[in-house]
Structure formats: C-alpha cells, structure tokens
Nanobody, 125 residues
Framework: QVQLVESGGGSVQAGGSLRLSCAAS????????MGWFRQSPGRGLEWVSH????????DYAESVKGRFTISRDNDKNMLYLQMNSLTPEDTGLYYC??????????????????WGQGTQVTVSA
C-alpha cells in the first residue's frame, strides 16, 4: 500500500518554472517505479514521465523531453518533477502515481494503482 500527496503546483507565465513534489507513505516506496501524469480538458489523462525504483532510469513524453526532469529521494520517500520552459499546453492537474506491482515500470496508465489527489499547474501566455 502506498499513499501519495502532491504539492508545488501554481500559476506561472509561459517560460517559467515549477517544481512538483510527491510525498509517499509506506516503507516500500523505494521498491516502486514512480510516474507523473497530467490531465487537462483537451487531452484527458496522459503519462508525462516515470523513473525506476533506483532512480537511474527515466523516460519522458516527447512533449516534455528536454524541459522536465523527474527525480526521487528514496531516503525521504519523495518524488519530484522539475518543470522548466513551461508553456500553456502544460496546464493541467498533475498526479504522481505508483504501479500495482513493484516490478512494473511502463507508460501504461492501467498499470498504475496508487494515485495522489493532484496538484494544479496553470501556465498563462
């Protein structure tokens, strides 16, 4: 069982930056691949990035590659998403999520069982 709480969202102008955080409860956080997703009215729920349990492998959606950086601190049970060069298309409700099994680390939304409540990111032009 993993419980997740996101923070760090807000309103910024295009070109700005935000850093999202996700605090995880439970002593097995370090065994899970973790992902970031976002939901917006025009695009629905989409995968943004994920990071393996050890933190040495990451993957990004093409739309955020080169601008976003995912990281984790297993000692603190924390997941992060550094977002730079934000555009209005990045506006959405951002969720962190953990998959239903520790061995899963894919981009499939259906793999993810544990979700936070989300944090809103709004980017104005």
């Amino acid at each position: 069982q993993v419980q997740l709480v996101e923070s760090g969202g807000g309103s910024v102008q295009a070109g700005g930056s935000l850093r999202l955080s996700c605090a995880a409860s439970g002593d097995i956080f370090s065994r899970y691949c973790m992902g970031w997703f976002r939901q917006s009215p025009g695009r629905g729920l989409e995968w943004v990035s994920h990071i393996n349990s050890g933190g040495d492998r990451t993957d990004y959606a093409e739309s955020v590659k080169g601008r976003f950086t995912i990281s984790r601190d297993n000692d603190k049970n924390m997941l992060y998403l550094q977002m730079n060069s934000l555009t209005p298309e990045d506006t959405g409700l951002y969720y962190c999520a953990a998959p239903l099994a520790t061995w899963l680390c894919r981009v499939l939304i259906g793999d993810y069982k544990y979700w936070g409540q989300g944090t809103q990111v709004t980017v104005s032009a």
